[in-house]
């Protein structure tokens, strides 16, 4: 978590929602990425996406079993969405989103009755870190 | 939707999952896609993605504000949110999704209530020809 967390610095220095994360496989970092929303000016480029780009790429494969995403903020719908598409392993996240998270808070996952996968999720890892630096950019931002 | 069926037919022709989509504003269409998941070897490049990020660039702005989008299949989880994050004003689709779809069948967006955007939407526009287009794909398939 501290690679996302050193990503989710990145989108902070660049005026970005600070959000960040790694995928990882056998223990290894084959993908990393932070928020460029703005940068990109598409709704699409959350890290998590990008970060999944990445790691299908490198694995030449679009399936991520065997994978698991550290991301310093629980995903929202989208990237819940992707994730789930390509079939990771586990989602272990920093923080919640109470606004928009997909995982526990404003979508339950397993709520969700009819999903072809579902991952593991693991969260409030690094969760105090992972929190104030977004409160920090936003308390900027104000 | 004529449009978009096209769109899918050409992932039909191009052994993709047939899924085509269009995103129309002021009455002209800006951008086209059709799903790519297995060419891209990726998760993330279905239809709505895909068109999404023409949309964005085409417009400049990852605002899609003004826009619609019509779909040959309900859309999924990801494609969902994807489409929330961007702000669309409405979604248009073909025939449901009861695996997969994210507005009505697997998902009900009228039941999540913290969302910050919620699009308006309409199903079953040529329903039969876009279901059809599926079957046939997955007749061919097994």
Sequence with gaps: MMQAYREAQKAFEEDEVPVGCVIVKDGKIIARAHNRK???NCA?????????RNAARKLDNWNLKGCEIYVTLEPCMMCTGALIN???DRIIYGC????GG???????LQDIRLLNH???IQGGIMEKECSDLLKNFFK???
């Design 38 to 40: 703005e940068k990109k």
């Design 102 to 108: 997909a995982l526990v808070s404003n979508i339950r």
């Design 140 to 142: 900027n931002k104000r």
């Design 118 to 120: 579902y991952p593991e």
């Design 86 to 88: 390509s079939r990771i």
């Design 44 to 52: 699409l480029f959350h890290a998590e996406i990008e970060c999944i």
């Design 96 to 99: 919640e989103d109470p606004k």
